[in-house]
């Protein structure tokens, strides 16, 4: 049966927030949950994924889970391992005992941050691409999807893990003209993650139809996902503001943009 009622991790966040908007459009009913609270939304459950009891009553009777929260960007070990890595298993353990059939797990490009981007003519980056994280931050991207496979093959809890590009409203680079998913384009993913059937445990990359696309999107529309969008429009502007990418630059050289090459966070 189509998952009607759905828990929104993250709800709060950038992606959160534009989920909120677009998802009741495809028919679903939203259950927010954040650390932090959401204005005009008083049925909000406030709470942070170390909360295992909030977790309990937060995944009962949902059809399904979206799993946004956690730190979306660099940080130190400490905190990636509390929110992403602990905090993903907390959420996976709550699912699991409250039978919840399926979980769409925000993955990000940054488990597979140091793949060269390919070259003009070259073939996109397979999906089945060696994990190659970036940061503390992509590893534990990495983990999420390890993670989600063994729910899968000793569960029977599906998962669907997008790699997501950068989903904004707008992409603000020229390496994000490469990666770029319309919000739209990222509502339809999400719809079609939590409406195809049988997925076990699939890996797609997430990003609009881009002229200038760097991955393969077969996975993802093998789940029945049609992009309708492409960034294409946003190049000229940004070209002529920042230049096209640079092959000697490192900051350009991998799918993983600057990730790869600001300093590391080391643990403290
Ligand atoms: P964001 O940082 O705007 O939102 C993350 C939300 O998670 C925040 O509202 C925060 O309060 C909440 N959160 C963090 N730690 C938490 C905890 N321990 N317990 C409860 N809530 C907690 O990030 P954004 O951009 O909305 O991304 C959402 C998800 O998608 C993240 O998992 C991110 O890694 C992933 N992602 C996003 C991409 C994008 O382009 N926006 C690209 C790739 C992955
Ligand atoms: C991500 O994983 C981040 O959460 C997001 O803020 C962007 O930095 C995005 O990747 C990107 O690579 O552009």
Redesign the pocket.
Known sequence: PTPRTVLL??A?????TLMRELLPAHGYTLRLF???PIEGEPDAIT????DKDALRDAVRGVDAIIH?????LEAPFEKILR?NIE?TYNLYEAARAAHVPRIVF?S??HAIGFTPRPQAGAPLIPVDTPRRPDTFYGLSKSFGEDLAQLYWDRHGLETVSIR?????PEPTSVRMLSVWMSPADGARLFDAALTAADVGHTVVNGSSDNTRLWWDLTSARALGYEPQDDSEPYAAKLVAEQGELDPENPDHAHLGGHFCTNPPIWPH
């Open positions: 991790t993250g709060a966040g950038g992606l959160g954040d650390m932090v709470a942070d994924l170390g946004l929260a956690g730190i979306s929110a905090g925000a990000s490009n997501i590009g950068s989903c904004f």
